[in-house]
């Protein structure tokens, strides 16, 4: 059972324009979201974070938004760089709730065209 | 300088045998983890550990043995490998134990079995 889930395996978009990466979950105990983003045979790097209180936090160039109603949240990049192209992960937490670990999606492979 | 290191990176060996990672971080961090990301590129929990005190134990076969010498180190040990063991084991650092730290990612052992 995926509680936390990235629908979109891959994802193209050329250099400069505006990416989107997705993401689901199932458990109404979440209440802390993060991303993660991994470039191959490295591991996960914490890129930004949003609590459930707040529906948007931005950082540089990465805008995170929560939609709690919908149970969806959303990464965007913007504008995106060839450096960018890594696999990004959303994971979820029950920090204040439940204490309970991080659950990670399956990731997103963003690729950045220049 | 890593802030967090896992030995060996690779590990290639025969069904049966018993073998162990090691992890390290200088963090400061009190808390540390291991997971499993399986050949679905799933990343799961398997163990945490806050200020050497076993904190989460999720679903994993006894033949796996989590030690924490002290606060910076986490151990993995292997009892009686299985080909479906194969995966990539990630240690993670945090400071508390909650789901709203970032956590740190060492950059994975490559495990093998043949």
């Known amino acids: 059972d995926q509680q936390v889930k990235q629908n979109s395996p891959s994802l193209s978009v050329q250099e400069g324009r505006i990416s989107i990466l997705n993401c689901d979950y199932t458990?109404?105990?979440?209440?802390?979201f993060l991303w993660y983003k991994k470039y191959p045979a490295e591991g996960p790097t914490f890129l930004i974070s949003?609590?459930?209180?707040?529906d948007k936090n931005e950082d540089g160039r990465f805008t995170v938004f929560l939609n709690k109603s919908a149970k969806h949240l959303s990464l965007h990049i913007v504008p995106s760089q060839p450096g960018d192209s890594a696999v990004y992960f959303c994971?979820?937490?029950?920090?204040?709730?439940?204490?309970?670990?991080?659950?990670f999606g399956k990731g997103t492979r963003l690729s950045v065209i220049a | 300088d890593t802030a967090v290191s896992q030995t060996p990176k690779y590990l290639v060996t025969q069904m049966g045998n018993d073998k162990s990672i090691k992890c390290e971080q200088n963090?400061?961090?009190?808390?540390m983890y291991w997971y499993k990301q399986d050949s679905k590129k799933f990343l799961k929990i398997m163990f945490s550990?806050?200020?050497?005190?076993?904190?989460i134990n999720e679903t994993v076969p006894n033949r796996f043995s989590p030690k924490s010498p002290d606060k910076a180190h986490l151990n993995l040990h292997i009892n009686s490998l299985e080909l479906g063991d194969s995966a990539v084991y990630f240690c993670?650092?945090?400071?508390?134990?909650?789901?709203?730290?970032?956590?740190?990612f060492g950059d994975g052992t490559r495990l093998s079995i043949l």
């Open positions: 994971a979820a937490s029950g920090a204040y709730s439940g204490n309970t670990p991080l659950v």
């Open positions: 458990n109404s105990m979440f209440d802390y």
């Open positions: 993670a650092s945090s400071q508390g134990r909650r789901g709203n730290q970032p956590q740190h």
């Open positions: 949003i609590s459930s209180i707040k």
């Open positions: 550990y806050n200020n050497k005190e076993l904190i």
């Open positions: 963090l400061g961090h009190d808390t």
